[in-house]
């Protein structure tokens, strides 16, 4: 059975769906911020699935836009990490319930 | 090959899943590590090689250490980070999400019929071109990327300094 | 000389698998483990061999016979920790993450043994040739600071967790000088893939030329080692790679003295053993890397590529012995201040005098390029190192110690 | 030159209420102000040439669209009613010297009132009369309302509703008239309704016109049916203000008739000549009885006002009423008779009001029955209060008696048997004057009145114009008649028709 | 008007009123001490009497001609308003009498007044009141005699309530002026209406002027123009009318009883000289309008012989002596007006001597009388009331001779000055109206009958008084001498001043009629005889009934109470007028309650739509209604920014959804 676009497609859906649905329920910022992480990798399989798939390959779109976004990725991590930190200083805390300064 | 897909893809939603249900939450960061080095796999097997590498390096190598250093910091001492709690309402995050993925994404990649057979067999991608793309037409994106990466690198220091600086008790 | 020995055993590789045409599935199957296996294999009883070496060669530094009761000189007693090792009771705390607990030895073991994958080891014997290995290398190297992590966590003791912090932190710390200093080899070799790496260690005129001098000089003076950058780049990554690896003045995390054994503390019985061979093995495979950046791979002028490269490796591992038995451990902030503050910028400097050089050469040839890169090249090295050096006055020296939290 | 006499007070006020130290000298500022513009006043009236029409003329473009320009000059109509504010001005600024709280806003908004009063006497154009109309009756109001008596706040508010309605009334009539005419400006008009214009463009709608225009001036007069805010207006107002409300405000209401109504609508005149002629006699009945009641001094003086104004609107009326000029020209008599009545009324009673705020400053309360036999202790008071009641009284050889014998003789060829009524209120007026004067000054003086102090020779001095002014008018009125005479004289030809 | 040219024209006639004009202005002004103004008011009066003496002097010779001088006043639009003085017979004696007598009651109030402290203030007004006859005697248009007319009667008001801390002056001088008003305004419409009718003022005007017979024939041409008198006769009644209020006849006599409340020289000057005299000049002056109109006079005539007899009847039950004093000279008036009236009837143009000559005649024997009286009260510490007095006779001999004189003089005593003056008249009312003839012969027998009353009660007996009587000054009593011997002699000159006075026919027509004098003889003798019958020897005390009264009691009460005219007035003239002014008022009171209601009405509407249009609809509804809503809709989507992160992911998810499914349907 041959591979296609289609299956990896499908998968980066999938993959992406947990990472949201991760996001959407998790009260953990951390957990949060992991499952950020899965939606971007997803992204970046179907890029690469699409780089792969692609009819010219050799423009290497697919792994430098990887590039790109993994690197960006990367630093949006720490950053989010670093912010994690700084409210953890601030509530004590890092559940998103507690977390509800923007409620008036 | 297809079996190694689905071996990884079984792999990698398994990561997923167990990432976003386990209570524990470094449990769940180990599953997402698990989760990152599938996805690595997977793109070994798109034959990306440098991407892949890239990913081991950066995702498990240094945001799975980040994670852990974070929850680290951010439970009291030997606190126990198991205790996560779903957030209210997390139903309907599901029901949302379940929604948008058979109600969106299914059909649409489904209709978009691209069943085109993978072309990469001629063609051994090899770092260097890559390397030039990036120097040649990419240029001022790898400056940008620089200047963020740096900006980040910065911007995490002052923030988790800043964190140092004033923990009181 | 034309690797006699590595194509004899690609030959018999060939061999082997010729068998199991008829059934490409078991053939795809036995050609993996041919593969994998003997690497494997050999690096396990480069272990045993290493582990007896190290106790002996730091005895005989400390002026003390080693171990040499059992069999000759010792030569078993590798032997011997390993059937201890199997008989000790696995004791596991009972707060700790079973799982994890159980499974930080085998995450550490693993990346170390694909590491060795990636090693060049000789002529055409790669087992996992890659475009990018060296950049897998690295990836791999990664990982297992997770396993430590893993240990340090899952062990559920504070001194373990913190152990597992600090070596953590120690790993990541002195993994960038690392990347750097090989980013000069590989930014001059043009390729990540190491059988390039070493190809451009040969002088290209040199080798192929038929003169017995020059093909014997021609192996060795195209070592990266001899190039300005070449030498200051294997002293950071030799640094790094010691600090990587946990070996010797950055052993810190297993330091008894301070706390315990840092996050093996709560293993005992085989888990520890599996550590043991996992830092060994990972020691292993950094050296075979640094032999192949700077020390001209498996290249020299008369044996064959394998042994050549055994003899590189054994050797430095001697070297690192000897630095164990010799320097005393680093406190942990001058350990991490030294990576940041004092190697990191050097590889940075470095980078840029490899690429003078890399620019003299295209420009006036090797040789100008060769003296100008060492009067310049190195001398600017010099400079910056001492002016780091006075930079990063440790806060001892300077005046009265400031306590952050002790009175 | 009568936009510098409009404007100069205005800048007055402007310079107490803007310059810093001006607070503390706003009388002298507000009475050189006054004086200025009243001495350029005079100056005009005495170099008005009695031979030619319009003079002083200054007319600039304003909004020339809609036809409204600024349009300012002396005829004969008004060139004797400027002559009256001129000569009242600084007698009022005067009189007003002991006011003491909220000075400075007190004199400003006189002094805007003087400027609207200018404004109004001279304007030609209906639009910029109408401005200064109303603006002469914001000020007013506020000074009602501030410095009034305790009702003030009631009679400031029925004042100001009342007069602006009508005026409402007015400017509706006006633009209507415009918009069939095409013209503001009063000259214009007055030929368009010469030759029949206005009378065929209207239409049907003549007579609404002609009663919405009226009304405006009807309730300024006051006449009858709209009266009721007169008497508390000018009994609460302060009395200086009081003096500007009888001395010029009302004869605001008799100029715009004269201005207005009797030029553009002379057959609405003559068409409703006896009703008009009734109200007329009505409103004279009406003061002079309902003084005959009041104990208020100020409020008997606010009536007989309205008694005295209401002859002018009799004469005018009754000239109206009358069908072609007979060999005594009664008409134009009795219109000259209106004029002087303005004029003398004008001076004998802001006298008046000003002697009689006197008594409520020494005495304290305005009630007479509070007073007697102040004769003896206040000659010089009660021989100024004596001669201003005569000349109101209409005792010959003075103001009143002139006018009054102009307006019955001209008024009796044409309606004799409304005129003997009238005269009727000649009577009603002496009973109600001598009785305030029995009551006060004759009689045994109270035990509390004893220490009435005098009035000074300052304060009879500030008022001896106007004495001197009655006598003038009183011996000899032709210097004031001959200023509107060829005015009046083609006025009611054509009125009389 | 040249004043300083003395030649023919009688410009310099207006000196004489402007005189005494400006000794009152010096007077009021500088307020001079008593002594001073006394010497000012006479210095100016004397150089009036000068010019008077002149004027009269110059009429003497030719009786008809009248020499006019005019001037304009108001000039309108063509049409001059004029003044004008004229100079004929009856302006030049009326001058002379007015003069010369105000010049002794000057002199006589001098003394007088001597002791009140304003003094000055009274000779301002006694000028001011000389401005106003002499004004009004010498005035050719009827305009200038209606000012001067007026200025007399402010004068009156003034010297009425000169002592005006007497409440009772002061009424009494508001009541003068008033009722004189009234009258006043008769006049004015008189005056309007010649006007109307004739188009001038002036009397003489070189044949345009009103009393010129050419207007008069036009005037008189439109018969019954009202109350059946024809326009002569209009403008002559409405003239009467401003007569019968200055001279007090019938129905506006309320005023002169009380104007007594004056200084007696006030009394004397106005009660008996000059002021009440101006109505019957008046007539005398405008005569032939009345001569045109026979209606007119017979008004006249009946107005005077009821005015005569209702006076006469009410004086006899009178105690105050200056009152009894008054009503004489309200009887008199109307003998003067019966004399007119009679005299014009009877022998038309000459009527006008008769009465004229017995007002010269009464002008003296009455101002002697008063004097006279004012001396008694003088004399007797000021006590005004006959029943107080007694005995006078021996105490102050000049004054008691002098009103002896005078009283018989009134009486018209055979060969007195009244005798001559009042037989005239009888003899005229004889000719005219037989009934008038007795009412005024009934009238002067009880004029004997009260003055020989008064005489008794004064002269005989013993005083009554306290303190005691003592002679006046010689100040006062030389003038009352002086005037004493013309009330006596100047019957004797008679024969001449009729002939002076008939300006109008220049020729003096002599009525005889034996019966008329038999009866004046027993009208006079039998007047005194009946009088000196009952009174001489009644008791006059204080508490003594009057013998009169005991006989007809309530008659005699009626007339104590002055016939009740001033109630009469009360309940009539003022209730009407009271009622008219409450009517107006209520009316009035009215309007301000329907004003109030308007202004509540529109206020309400306002309210109305301040309330409910603009409040609810405007502010709730509409505008602020609005903002609820946004507020409103804000908090809804505000619930979802709740900070919630994941509530904010789940949103932009189902947003996703949703826009996918959108694409997949649309991209169909």
């Known amino acids: 059975m041959e591979l296609t676009l289609n299956h990896f497609l499908i998968l980066s859906a999938i993959l992406f769906s947990i990472g949201l649905v991760g996001a959407l329920t998790r009260r953990h910022i951390i957990i949060m911020l992991i499952c950020l992480e899965i939606m971007l990798n997803a992204a970046n399989l179907n890029l690469i699935a699409f780089w792969h798939f692609s009819p010219n390959p050799e423009l290497m779109h697919g792994p430098l836009f990887t590039l790109f976004t993994i690197a960006i990725a990367a630093t949006e991590a720490a950053l989010g990490l670093a912010l994690v930190l700084a409210i953890f200083r601030h509530y004590q805390t890092i559940d998103l319930e507690q977390i509800q300064g923007l409620k008036e | 090959m297809s079996i190694a897909f689905f071996m990884l893809a079984a792999v990698a939603v398994l990561g997923g899943v167990l990432a976003i249900t386990l209570r524990n939450v470094i449990h769940a960061v180990f599953s997402v590590l698990l989760f990152f080095s599938a996805i690595a796999g997977l793109f070994l097997l798109l034959i990306a090689e440098f991407i892949a590498a890239v990913q081991i390096l950066v995702y498990i190598g240094s945001v799975g250490i980040l994670m852990l250093f974070a929850i680290m910091l951010t439970t009291k001492v030997m606190g126990d980070p198991t205790r996560t709690v779903r957030s209210r309402g997390w139903v309907w995050g599901g029901v949302a999400v379940a929604a948008l993925l058979f109600g969106v994404l299914i059909p649409l990649i489904t209709r978009a019929g691209n069943t085109a057979e993978s072309s990469l067999s001629n063609f051994d991608p090899s770092v260097k071109e890559l390397g030039l793309a990036l120097m040649d037409p990419y240029f001022a994106s790898v400056g940008v990327i620089a200047l963020l990466l740096t900006a980040g690198l910065v911007g995490a220091v002052v923030a988790a300094s800043s964190a140092s600086e004033t923990t009181d008790s | 000389m034309n690797n006699f020995i590595d194509h004899k055993i690609i030959e018999l590789g060939h061999w082997v698998v010729g068998f199991f045409d008829e059934y490409p599935l078991l053939k795809l199957v036995v050609q993996i483990l041919l593969y994998t296996l003997p690497l494997m294999l050999s690096f396990m009883g480069a272990f045993a061999f290493s582990t007896w070496l190290e106790r002996k060669g730091l005895a005989r530094i400390q002026n003390r016979p080693g171990p040499n009761r059992v069999g000759i000189f010792g030569l078993l007693q590798p032997m011997a920790d390993g059937i201890k090792m199997l008989l000790k009771e696995d004791i596991v705390p009972e707060e700790s993450d079973k799982l994890f607990h159980l499974l930080a030895p085998v995450m550490l073991m693993v990346p170390a043994m694909i590491a060795i994958g990636f090693l060049p080891v000789g002529d055409g014997l790669n087992a996992l040739p890659l475009d990018s290995a060296i950049l897998f290398f690295f990836a791999i190297g990664s990982m297992n600071t997770i396993a430590v992590f893993m240990a340090g966590w899952s062990s559920r003791n504070k001194y373990s967790l913190l152990g597992g912090m600090r070596a953590v932190a120690q790993m990541i710390s002195y993994e960038i000088p690392l990347v750097l200093s090989a980013v000069t080899v590989i930014m001059i070799a043009g390729s990540l893939n190491g059988q390039v790496i070493v190809a451009s260690q040969q002088i290209s005129g040199w080798v192929g030329s038929g003169d017995v001098v020059k093909e014997f000089f021609g192996q060795i003076l195209g070592w990266h080692i001899f190039k300005p950058w070449g030498f200051a780049g294997f002293i950071f990554f030799f640094v790094a790679a010691l600090a990587e690896a946990n070996r010797s003045p950055f052993d810190l995390p297993e330091a008894d003295s301070e706390i315990i054994a840092g996050h093996l503390t709560e293993y005992s019985g085989f888990k520890y053993a599996i550590f043991f061979i996992a830092e060994y093995i990972s020691a292993f495979a950094i050296a075979g890397i640094a032999v192949t950046l700077f020390l001209g791979g498996w290249s020299g002028p008369i044996l064959s590529g394998l042994p050549w490269f055994v003899i590189k490796l054994f050797s430095l591992f001697a070297v690192m012995i000897w630095i164990r038995g010799t320097l005393p451990r680093l406190r942990v902030d001058q350990l991490m201040g030294y990576a940041w503050k004092f190697l990191m910028p050097l590889a940075i400097l470095n980078i840029f005098v490899a690429g003078f050089y890399y620019f003299a050469e295209q420009q006036w040839g090797t040789w100008v390029a060769l003296i100008g890169g060492w009067i310049f090249g190195f001398g600017a090295l010099q400079l910056a190192a001492k002016g780091l050096s006075r930079l990063n006055k440790s806060p001892l020296l300077k005046g009265k110690r400031v306590y952050q939290y002790a009175e | 030159m009568i936009t510098a006499i409009t404007f100069i007070p205005v800048l007055a006020a402007l310079a107490i209420l803007l310059l810093p130290g001006a607070g503390r000298v706003s009388k002298p500022i507000a009475l050189v102000g006054s004086l200025i513009s009243s001495l350029l006043a005079i100056y005009v009236v005495i170099g008005f040439n009695l031979e030619e029409g319009l003079q002083f003329v200054e007319k600039y473009e304003w909004i020339p669209s809609i036809g409204v320009d600024y349009y300012v000059g002396i005829d004969g109509l008004n060139a004797l009613l400027i002559l009256l504010v001129a000569i009242l001005s600084p007698i009022i600024v005067l009189a007003s010297w002991k006011i003491k709280d909220k000075a400075n806003t007190y004199f400003s908004l006189l002094l805007i009132q003087f400027t609207a009063l200018y404004g109004a006497f001279t304007a030609l154009n209906f639009f910029h009369w109408f401005i200064f109309w109303e603006a002469a009756l914001v000020p007013a109001f506020f000074l009602i309302k501030l410095y009034g008596g305790n009702g003030r706040h009631k009679a400031a508010i029925s004042f100001f509703i009342f007069t602006v309605l009508g005026s409402v009334a007015m400017l509706l009539g006006m633009l209507f008239l415009y918009l069939k005419t095409g013209s503001f400006d009063f000259i214009e008009l007055r030929q368009l309704a010469a030759d029949g214009v206005v009378s065929s463009k209207l239409g049907d709608w003549y007579g609404w016109i002609f009663l919405a225009v009226m009304l405006g001036l009807w309730v300024k007069v006051p006449l009858f049916p709209l009266h009721s805010w007169q008497a508390p207006a000018y009994a609460e107002a302060p009395v200086p203000v009081s003096m500007v409300l009888t001395g010029v405000m009302s004869k605001m209401g008799v100029y715009g008739f004269l201005r207005l109504v009797v030029p553009i609508f002379p057959e609405g005149i003559r068409e409703h000549s006896d009703i008009l002629l009734n109200v007329a006699l009505i409103t004279i009945i009406w003061g002079a009885f309902l003084a005959l009641r009041q104990t208020d001094i100020k409020k008997v003086l606010a009536y007989s006002s309205l008694n005295h104004v209401a002859y002018c609107m009799f004469a005018i009326f009754a000239v109206g009423a009358a069908n072609g000029i007979d060999k005594i020209n009664a008409p134009a008599i009795a219109m000259q008779g209106a004029m002087l009545q303005m004029f003398a009324h004008g001076v004998g009673a802001a006298g008046l009001f000003y002697i009689a705020g006197k008594l409520e400053d020494v005495g304290g309360s305005r009630d007479i029955q509070d007073f007697g036999g102040l004769g003896a202790i206040m000659p010089r008071y009660a021989f100024v209060f004596g001669f201003l009641v005569f000349s109101s009284l209409g005792l010959p050889f003075l103001a009143g008696f002139a006018a009054e014998i102009l307006i019955f003789s001209g008024a009796f060829a044409l309606t004799p048997i409304h005129t003997a009524i009238a005269l009727l209120a000649l009577l009603a007026t002496a009973i109600f004057l001598l009785t305030i004067i029995q009551r006060i000054f004759t009689g045994q003086a109270h035990d509390t009145h004893g220490d009435l102090k005098e009035i000074s020779i300052r304060e009879v001095m500030v008022i001896s114009p106007l004495l001197v002014l009655t006598v003038c008018i009183g011996v000899y009125p032709t210097t004031w008649l001959n200023l509107s005479n060829r005015f009046i004289e083609t006025l009611s030809t054509l009125l009389a028709g | ?668």
């Not at chain 5, 401003?242 to 009660?271: F, N, R, Y």
């Not at chain 5, 009644?538 to 009057?546: C, E, S």
């Not at chain 5, 919630?644 to 992911?649: H, I, P, R, S």
Request: a neutral charge; hydrophobic letters at 55%; proline letters at 2%.
């Open chain 5, 1 to 668: 008007m040249n004043l300083f040219d003395f030649s023919d024209s009688v410009g310099w006639l207006m000196w004489i009123p402007i005189c005494p004009l400006i000794a009152g202005v010096v007077l009021a002004l500088l307020k001079p001490s008593g002594k001073v103004s006394a010497m000012v008011a006479i210095a100016a009066l004397t150089v009036s009497l000068g010019f008077s003496l002149k004027a009269f002097a110059g009429t003497w010779g030719h009786e008809a001609h009248t020499l006019t001088h005019n001037f304009t006043w108001i000039q309108i639009a063509g049409v001059n308003l004029e003044f004008g003085v004229v100079l004929n017979s009856l302006t030049g004696s009326m001058l002379a009498m007015v003069s010369f007598i105000g010049l002794l009651i000057f002199i006589y109030s001098a003394s007088y007044m001597s002791q009140d402290e304003r003094m000055g203030r009274f000779f301002c007004y006694l000028s001011i009141f000389m401005v106003g006859m002499l004004g009004l005697v010498v005035a050719n248009s009827v305009l200038m005699l209606f000012m001067f007319w007026e200025i007399v009667g402010l004068a009156s008001y003034l010297l009425i309530g000169f002592w005006f801390h007497k409440p009772s002056a002061a009424a009494a001088a508001k009541k003068a002026f008033i009722t004189t008003r009234i009258g006043d305004l008769g006049f004015l419409i008189g005056l309007l209406w010649a006007f109307k009718a004739t188009g001038t003022f002036l009397f003489f005007d070189g044949g345009v002027g009103i009393l010129e017979s050419s207007t008069i024939a036009a005037l008189a041409s439109n018969t019954n123009v009202l109350w059946g008198l024809n326009g002569a006769g209009v403008i002559a009644v409405f003239l009467f009318i401003g007569a019968v209020g200055k001279s007090g006849q019938l129905p506006l006599h309320v005023w002169l009883p009380d104007a007594m409340e004056g200084p007696t020289p006030v009394s004397a000057l106005i009660h008996a000289a000059t002021m009440v005299a101006a109505g019957v000049f008046l007539v005398a002056r405008a005569f032939p309008l009345f001569l045109a109109d026979t209606a007119a006079l017979e008004i006249v005539i009946w107005i005077g012989g009821l005015t005569a007899l209702f006076a006469a009847l009410i004086a006899i039950a009178q105690y105050d002596i200056k009152r009894i004093l008054a009503y004489s000279t309200v009887s008199q008036l109307g003998l003067m007006m019966v004399g007119l009236g009679a005299g014009g009837l009877a022998i038309q143009d000459g009527g006008v001597s008769i009465g004229m000559f017995h007002l010269l005649t009464h002008a003296f024997f009455k101002a002697l009388l008063f004097l006279g009286a004012g001396s008694i009260i003088h004399g007797c510490g000021d006590e005004q009331d006959i029943r107080l007095m007694g005995g006078v006779f021996s105490k102050m001999k000049i004054s008691s001779l002098a009103y002896l004189a005078g009283t018989i003089a009134l009486c018209a005593f055979p060969f007195t000055s009244g005798y001559f003056s009042k037989d005239q008249i009888l003899l005229s009312a004889w000719e005219a109206n037989k009934t008038v003839f007795w009412i005024s012969a009934f009238a002067s027998l009880l004029t004997a009958f009260y003055m020989t009353r008064q005489c008794c009660y004064v002269f005989l007996g013993k005083y009554r008084g306290e303190g005691h009587v003592h002679e006046s000054p010689p100040l006062m009593t030389v003038p009352l001498v002086i005037l004493a011997v013309f009330a006596l002699l100047l019957g004797y000159v008679s024969e001449h001043f009729y002939h002076v006075l008939d300006y109008l026919s220049g020729v003096h027509v002599h009525q005889h009629n034996s019966t008329v004098v038999i009866i004046s003889w027993i009208i006079a003798l039998g007047g005194i005889s009946l009088g000196l019958l009952v009174y001489a020897r009644a008791k006059m005390g204080i508490d003594d009934v009057d013998p009169v009264k005991r006989l007809m009691t309530t008659p005699y009460g009626w007339l104590e109470n002055r016939l009740y005219a001033d109630e009469l007035y009360q309940l009539t003239a003022f209730k009407l007028w009271g009622a008219l002014a409450k009517a107006i008022s209520a009316i009035e009171g009215l309007i301000y309650i329907m004003v109030v209601v308007a202004t509540a009405i529109v206020s309400m509407i306002g309210q109305f739509f301040s309330g409910t249009i603009d409040k609810k609809l405007i502010d709730q509804v509409s505008f602020d209604g609005t903002c609820k809503r946004i507020y409103e809709s804000s908090q809804i989507n505000a619930f979802i920014q709740n900070g919630f992160l994941q509530g904010y992911l789940r949103i932009v998810t189902a947003g996703a959804v949703v826009i996918g499914i959108l694409f997949l349907l649309l991209a169909r």
